[in-house]
């Protein structure tokens, strides 16, 4: 099998079947042994977009990044990269592809110039072409100060920027995030994400990222909703979320026997079709307030508490699947 050096630099995006689209699941499936990690997925994600991969603990996305990455083969379907099938041509695909991992792969002990003049050495890149290159990807990430100071003196933000530099140094069309904002600060997550913007916008990558947080998902063009390896929902978060109609009401009760009798009386008087979950009745409806009145007259003294607001993300995910995104177990 070929080595990845032996694919020149010069020629990182050519060579890809025409009109291919960045990244595309074609029912693509997998299990480790008898249990369905990821059940038929189609989808795809365009050209210079940031697509997201929302789901649960345990509902495939780590299963699906690792597909993506080549490091991984899948046990039914196929899976794309620029044209590419990860399984078949793992090479190529992993030529157009930057992976930043969850975990670090910088070493510590090596400068930042270092770091990226090993990564770039993976992909054939030499001399010149790398020494502009690096020094390229370290303006994008705002780091060009910081090239020969060791990783250990970084904090972790800028740490993860030259994770990213490292992921951007062969040109990428494609760059796969795992959970970005894993152990970052507020200031250094938004700063992430500005570079995202930035890579999109003026280098038309386009960008996967894994994510179990919905603030996180609100970043991106467009999401994948997994939930047990199934996709639950595909749009952008306004059109999913517009998709529910109207507001989101929740009626507290004093227990979950007290909410099961409610939700099931206020089928019978309503004609609505609430959730229960856990001590909450939970439905969605267009003017909520109106509904809020009429149920509070018509069972006095069984509601704790009320509140009314606009889909959430959350939301999408409780009417796809019918449960909460986190258990009580996991609730941040
Ligand atoms: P996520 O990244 O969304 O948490 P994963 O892809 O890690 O989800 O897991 C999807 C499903 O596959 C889960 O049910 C998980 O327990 C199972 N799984 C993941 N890795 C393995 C493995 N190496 N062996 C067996 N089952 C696994």
Redesign the pocket.
């Known amino acids: 099998m070929a080595t990845l050096s032996e694919y020149p630099a010069a020629n990182i995006r050519s060579g890809s079947p025409t009109e291919a689209m960045p990244i595309e699941l074609d029912r693509l499936s997998?299990n480790?042994?008898d249990?369905l990690?990821?059940d038929n997925l189609s989808f795809a994600v365009q050209p210079a977009e940031i697509f997201g991969l929302l789901?649960?603990?345990?509902?495939?996305?780590?299963?699906?990044?690792?597909i993506l990455s080549t490091l991984m083969v899948p046990s039914g379907g196929v899976a794309r990269i620029q044209g590419f099938d990860v399984a078949r041509e793992p090479n190529r695909a992993r030529q157009q592809t930057g992976i930043v991992f969850q975990a670090r792969s910088l070493d510590l002990k090596l400068t930042v110039a270092e770091n990226l003049k090993h990564q770039g050495h993976l992909y054939g890149l030499r001399g010149e072409t790398l020494k502009t290159r690096s020094e390229e990807v370290l303006r994008r990430v705002g780091l060009s100060d910081r090239a020969k100071d060791y990783v250990e003196t970084l904090s972790g933000g800028m740490q993860r920027r030259v994770e990213l530099a490292k992921g951007l140094i062969h040109s990428p069309a494609v760059l796969l995030l795992d959970e970005p904002s894993t152990g970052l600060d507020p200031g250094a997550r938004r700063d992430m994400w500005q570079y995202l913007r930035t890579l999109r916008d003026q280098e038309g990558v386009s960008i996967l990222v894994?994510t179990?947080l919905m603030e996180e998902a609100e970043h991106c063009d467009r999401l994948a909703i997994?939930n047990?390896?199934n996709l639950v929902a595909l749009g952008s978060p306004a059109q999913l979320k517009s998709a529910i109609g109207g507001d989101v009401v929740l009626f507290e009760t004093a227990s979950a026997e007290a909410a099961r009798s409610l939700a099931e009386r206020m089928g019978v008087h309503f004609g609505v079709q609430p959730n229960v979950m856990g001590s909450t009745v939970r439905l969605e409806r267009p003017e909520g307030h109106r509904l809020v009145t009429a149920v509070v007259e018509a069972f006095p003294g069984e509601v704790d508490g009320i509140s009314v607001a606009r889909p959430s993300l959350e939301d999408v995910f409780i009417q796809r699947t019918g449960h909460r995104f986190w258990t009580d177990a996991e609730e941040k």
């Open positions: 997998h480790y042994g249990r990690a990821l789901g649960p603990n345990g509902s495939g996305k780590t299963t699906l990044f690792r894994t179990h997994l047990r390896g």
